[in-house]
């Protein structure tokens, strides 16, 4: 996880929301990493997850992740975390919980709904107070830039 956050706090300085993620194989070995790219790509997909998901899947030649474990610094959003159930990821560890959109336990806990057909283990609040530090500064930082 501090990697990741040292990843973020790069990716936050060109703008993007800091947050990273990276996908490793049941042997520990890292097969997809992402940070966000919203802003940069204009791309509304453009989450640290789903580029992950993607750089594993084309990686792997495959979409089931059923012995994969996701980190990522901040807890999924729906969308993410709809994609991280449809790819079967077997693990999710994140740092930072989002009261306002988390989709693993913030807001809602897609992972636990009834219509969710692959059960994955979640771990959410790993350095949990650096990483909700490092986006609080962020935002801080933006707004303070934006008036």
Not at 64 to 90: H, K, S, W, Y
Not at 104 to 112: A, E, F, P, Y
Request: hydrophobic share 35%; aromatic share 4%.
């Amino acid at each position: 996880m501090a990697r990741l956050l040292a990843r973020a706090h790069k990716v936050g300085s060109s703008g993007e929301v800091p947050v990273s993620a990276v996908i490793l194989n049941g042997s520990g070995q890292c097969i997809g990493h992402g940070s966000n790219q919203r802003e940069s790509k204009k791309d509304p997909l453009g989450h640290a997850e789903l580029i992950a998901l993607r750089q594993a899947a084309y990686l792997r030649e495959d979409w089931r992740f059923n012995d994969c474990t996701l980190i990522v610094t901040l807890e999924p959003c729906p969308m993410c975390a709809g994609a991280l159930i449809q790819a079967r990821v077997g693990k999710v560890i994140y740092g930072a919980k989002d009261s306002k959109r988390g989709a693993l336990g913030g807001t809602i806990d897609l992972s636990k709904h009834p219509s969710a057909h692959h059960k994955m283990i979640v771990k959410g609040g790993v350095l949990e107070d650096e990483a909700s530090k490092q986006l609080e500064d962020w935002f801080k930082l933006r707004r303070k830039n934006s008036v």
